[in-house]
């Protein structure tokens, strides 16, 4: 089985910072593209921030410049710095992996539970 566990959201006001972790485990053979995605309440889950097995990086235009995704391929672990929170940035935020498991011949997606962001004005 393929595990993804997030932590590290919570509450926070404006300006504020947090760090979100996901660590994957299970019987995994490599991680592809690893990353973060966040729904607020009637909306549509959306792309927050990505990184490839490359090292390459992806993010949504709201958030340049005040998130950082980084990821510990030693320790199958992504981490999502936050700063300068803005309350539009108030969301649940879930972790995705495409990754393939040992034994398999291709890859799949898989998501975290999600972890709520709250951010006041």
């Known amino acids: 089985q393929v595990q993804l566990v997030e932590s590290g959201g919570g509450f926070v006001q404006a300006g504020g910072s947090l760090r979100l972790s996901c660590t994957v485990s299970g019987s995994i053979f490599n991680i592809n593209n690893i990353g973060w995605y966040r729904q607020a309440p009637r909306k549509q889950r959306d792309l927050v921030a990505q990184?490839?097995?490359?090292?390459?990086?992806n993010y949504a235009d709201s958030v340049k410049g005040r998130f950082t995704i980084s990821r510990d391929n030693a320790k199958n672990t992504v981490y999502l710095q936050m700063n300068s929170l803005k309350p539009e940035d108030t969301a649940v935020y879930y972790c995705n992996a495409v990754l393939r498991r040992v034994g398999s011949t291709g890859f799949s997606s898989y998501w975290g539970q999600g972890t709520q962001v709250t951010v006041s004005s």
């Open positions: 990184t490839t097995s490359g090292g390459s990086t």
